[in-house]
Structure formats: structure tokens, C-alpha cells
């Protein structure tokens, strides 16, 4: 029988916990990499899917005030206007609410935007929403959607959903892909401690006698091979609703539950 090639030797060593070890050779540099970049994959699948559904987070966290301009008042006054064929039928100016650091209406003037700290304006063919973070002060031009229909808002939860929807809908690339880089550079950042952490100590067992272990590239090939099954149950999760930090821990778990079954079968001492 000829030997197997890689990938399939790793694929057939991390379900054996006597193979995560006794096949600590088997991976190159290069393969080291693939299979890293592999693992890393399979967590991001379900947090992109996680991702593309929370519209509401992705406006909170560029509105954290303008999001208190969305009451039951003003959502009164929304559900009154009319939109057709993407523009609003009105021409006429009108304050829904304002307080002294933020306004929201129809047709607002320059003076009352520029006083504003934050405000939400719907003018006849888009609307725009300004915000000030830490003295940092952005303004958004959107177009309007169909999921921003006045008749849809009936109270303050339905108009601030309305409004959250809309912003996503102009802005759905930008937030996806704004918050898969975040949620990838911290993955990366979490596992490569994880892998670098565990193969040292893994290492480090050589000068003690305690194994067999030849090389620091040797025990992080072990750590790879046992962090397989593990990723894969955590991809799962990630599927039914779990969050990065409950699937990092379900990967680490994993890979310690399955280092604790290689031990028992190797003692860390196969040739």
C-alpha cells in the first residue's frame, strides 16, 4: 500500500490520538501553514454567517447616540410620512424632536444640523444621519430602501428596527467586511498564542525526558493534529448560535481533552 500525501495523512491523524502524536513528522513548514489557515477557516465560516445577520449591533456601534433619537414620539411622527419609488412626498420642514445636543426630522436646515451633536434628516430623495464620537464628528448619506416603509413603524422598537435596517442595506459590504477583518485579526491573534503557547510547553517536555519530542516544529505538528477535532466540534457550535469567545474555548478544550488521550496512548514516547 503506498503511503498517504498530505492532506489526507492530517485529516487521518487527528482522530487517532496515538497518529497526533506518532505522525508529528508528517507536516512541513508550508503544510504547517495550510493546515493553521485551515483551522482558522473553519471558525470563520459560521462568524461570517454570524456577521452578515447582525444589522443591529453594526448601528449601534456607529450611532450610539443618534440611536436615542428613535422614541415613541418621533416614531409617531415617521409613520406618517409617505415614501414612493425611493423618494419622500413631501417638501415641507419639520422638527420630530430635539433636545440640546441632538435633532431629528424632515427637511432640516443647515443651521439646526451644524448645532446638532447627532441628528437623523429624511430629505426628499435620501437621508442622512450625523454623529460625534470622541470629538470625531461622521455624517451619512443613504439612499431609502424598502425596508424603511413609515407604515412599517408603529412603535419605537419597530422605527428603530426600520432605521437599522436601511443603514445596514446602504452600508451592508462596508459593515460585512469591516467586522470579518476584525473578527479574522482576532481569531488569528487568539489562536497563534493558543498554537504557540501549547507547542513550547509541549517543547519544553524534551529537556525533561518527559518525550520524545525532537523539535519545536515536532510539537507544534502535535498541537495542530490535536486541535483538528476540536475545530471541527467548534464550527458546529458556531453554526447553532455560538459566540467567538465560546468557540475558542470549545477549541481549546478540544485540543486538551485530546493531548490528555494521546499521553494516555503514547506517554509521549513513540518512536
Request: hydrophobic content about 45%; aromatic content about 12%.
Amino acid at each position: 500500500m503506498s503511503e498517504q500525501r498530505f492532506p489526507l495523512t492530517y485529516f487521518g491523524a487527528i482522530f487517532s490520538p496515538t497518529k497526533v502524536y506518532a505522525w508529528r513528522k508528517k507536516l512541513n513548514r508550508w503544510q504547517q501553514v495550510f493546515v493553521y489557515i485551515f483551522l482558522m477557516s473553519l471558525l470563520m465560516v459560521p462568524l461570517t454567517l454570524m456577521i452578515s445577520k447582525q444589522t443591529d449591533q453594526a448601528f449601534a456601534a456607529f450611532f450610539p447616540h443618534a440611536k436615542t433619537l428613535m422614541t415613541a414620539e418621533t416614531a409617531a411622527k415617521y409613520s406618517e410620512l409617505q415614501l414612493e419609488d425611493g423618494k419622500l412626498l413631501t417638501d415641507e420642514s419639520q422638527v420630530f424632536s430635539q433636545t440640546e445636543t441632538g435633532i431629528i426630522g424632515v427637511g432640516l436646515s443647515e443651521a439646526d444640523l451644524e448645532e446638532a451633536k447627532y441628528a437623523i434628516n429624511f430629505r426628499e430623495t435620501d437621508w442622512t444621519i450625523k454623529e460625534e464620537i470622541d470629538g470625531q464628528t461622521y455624517h451619512y448619506e443613504m439612499r431609502y430602501t424598502a425596508e424603511m416603509m413609515p407604515d412599517q413603524v408603529h412603535d419605537a422598537t419597530s422605527f428603530q428596527k426600520v432605521i437599522e435596517d436601511g443603514f445596514y442595506r446602504n452600508n451592508e459590504t462596508a459593515i460585512f467586511f469591516s467586522q470579518t477583518i476584525t473578527v479574522a485579526f482576532l481569531l488569528v491573534a487568539m489562536n497563534s498564542i493558543l498554537v504557540i503557547g501549547a507547542a513550547f510547553f509541549l517543547w519544553v517536555t524534551k529537556k525533561s525526558r518527559l518525550s520524545t519530542i525532537g523539535s519545536f516544529k515536532e510539537s507544534t505538528n502535535v498541537i495542530l493534529n490535536a486541535l483538528g477535532v476540536g475545530s471541527l466540534v467548534a464550527m458546529l457550535a458556531g453554526f447553532i448560535g455560538a459566540d467567538i469567545i465560546l468557540m475558542i474555548g470549545i477549541q481549546s478544550l478540544g485540543m486538551l481533552l485530546m493531548l490528555f488521550l494521546t499521553f494516555l496512548k503514547t506517554r509521549f514516547k513513540t518512536a
